[in-house]
């Protein structure tokens, strides 16, 4: 199989505070991963490209210091909001592909992020 | 960048009926036209998908056809049935370890 898990799978954290997501791949080795947006009733947004040992590629219009990616590992890369505010409040996705140039990909469960 | 259309926003059929979905894509690049469906709060799942060397896939009620020349695909549900109800995505990628653009979606809401 190929399982990708996220955590938490909800969150709700006061403005001004950082809230980090895990995206971890359980039975798979992935050297890209990817992060996207949804909000309420609209389409995912693709945010920022995970590379293993390198620096994440963002999206136009996507602050890489607001969304701090780290991908340490060949089976984890974490994404922080820093200092998040109210429309921030999203469901976050990371998706994940098994081998180099795969075009399948396989989605985490999701977090809801609610910042109030 | 690649851009996604997907058409309609809503569709409501009834149980039993078929169901289409358009979508365009704008980059001729694009190789992989996956479609999936989504529950509320929950992860796309992956329904079919398909590549740009074929022009049609088939797996049981669901179908999906490709026109590369004119730049779109679509998804077809026959004899739909009430768990049919969801939203559903297009998406389409240059083939780069899954890097997908969606499309808006559509709600389709099988009725009784």
């Known amino acids: 199989g190929a399982v990708v898990s996220q955590h938490p799978s909800w969150v709700i954290c006061k403005s001004g505070t950082s809230v980090k997501i895990e995206c971890r791949s359980l039975?798979?080795?992935?050297?890209?991963m990817f992060w996207y947006r949804q909000f309420p009733k609209q389409s995912l947004m693709l945010m920022a490209t995970?590379?293993?040992?390198?620096?994440?590629?963002?999206e136009q219009g996507v602050e890489k210091d607001k969304f701090l990616i780290n991908h340490a590992s060949l089976t984890l890369s974490t994404l922080t909001v820093t200092s998040a505010h109210p429309e921030d409040s999203s469901f976050y996705i990371c998706?994940?592909?098994?081998?180099?140039?795969?075009?399948?990909?396989?989605f985490g469960q999701g977090t809801r992020l609610t910042v109030v | 960048g690649e851009n996604v259309e997907q058409h309609p926003s809503t569709l409501s059929v009834q149980e039993g009926d078929s169901a289409v979905i358009k979508c365009t894509y704008s980059d001729s690049a694009s190789n992989y036209f996956p479609w999936y469906k989504q529950e509320l709060g929950k992860r796309p799942q992956l329904i079919i998908d398909i590549r740009s060397n074929v022009g049609e896939k088939k797996d049981q009620r669901i179908a999906v056809t490709l026109n590369k020349t004119a730049k779109h695909f679509s998804l077809h549900i026959t004899e739909t049935q009430p768990e049919d109800s969801a939203v559903y995505f297009c998406a389409a990628s240059t083939g780069t370890a899954s890097k997908l653009t969606f499309g808006t979606g559509t709600r389709l809401q099988v009725t009784l």
């Open positions: 998706s994940a592909s098994k081998v180099r140039g795969s075009t399948e990909a396989f």
């Open positions: 995970s590379n293993e040992g390198s620096k994440a590629t963002y």
């Open positions: 039975d798979f080795q992935a050297t890209t």
